[in-house]
């Protein structure tokens, strides 16, 4: 039986002389105590020591990795949960993994795209939508805007607010 992974954040660069790593992690997650972190290729468990914020990003100390070298390879690497531990969220919140990839069609049946990416802004998340000619489109993850996300279905139903697509 295969293990299907999550990500949930990456590690970006070493940060100071103890191995520490700089890294960005979806705060619903910063409290495990251990991960899982693929680089070229491979997935390996690590324990957690610590998590802290840093500037912009949070500073994450791994066990076994005690030198700035040490924490150099593991420089982009992907932070990642078994699938089976994440969660179960309440009706309507959905996890970035479950959205990504999610054709996006308007209310009149017109067909926006797919989501590509997640934007974490302050006040809502926005979605990156790919158009079919090549066009990104933002669209904010609004009551206003996204009138119904059906995962089974694999699409997303938005209202087309003026200005929204074009650009």
Do not use: C, W
């Not at 700089?22 to 705060?27: E, G, I, P, Q, S």
């Not at 997650?29 to 610590?50: C, H, K, L, Q, Y």
């Not at 990416?117 to 790919?130: C, G, T, W």
């Amino acid at each position: 039986m295969s293990v299907a992974y999550v990500e949930v954040g990456r590690l970006l660069k070493p940060h100071g002389l103890k191995g520490e790593i700089k890294a960005v992690l979806d705060m619903a997650f910063s409290d495990m105590e251990t991960f899982f972190i693929e680089r070229a290729g491979t997935v390996e468990p690590v324990r957690v020591n610590s998590i802290r914020d840093g500037t912009n990003s949070l500073i994450v100390q791994l066990s076994g990795i005690e030198t700035p070298e040490r924490a150099q390879e593991y420089a982009g690497a992907l932070i990642k949960i078994d699938e089976n531990d994440l969660p179960v969220l309440s009706e309507g919140h959905y996890y970035h993994h479950e959205i990504i990839g999610l054709e996006v069609i308007t209310t009149t049946g017109e067909r926006v795209g797919i989501v590509t990416d997640i934007l974490d802004v302050k006040s809502n998340d926005v979605y990156v939508v790919e158009g079919g000619d090549g066009k990104e489109h933002l669209i904010p993850a609004i009551a206003d805007v996204i009138k119904e996300i059906n995962i089974k279905e694999g699409t997303i139903t938005i209202e087309v607010m003026e200005g929204l697509l074009q650009g």
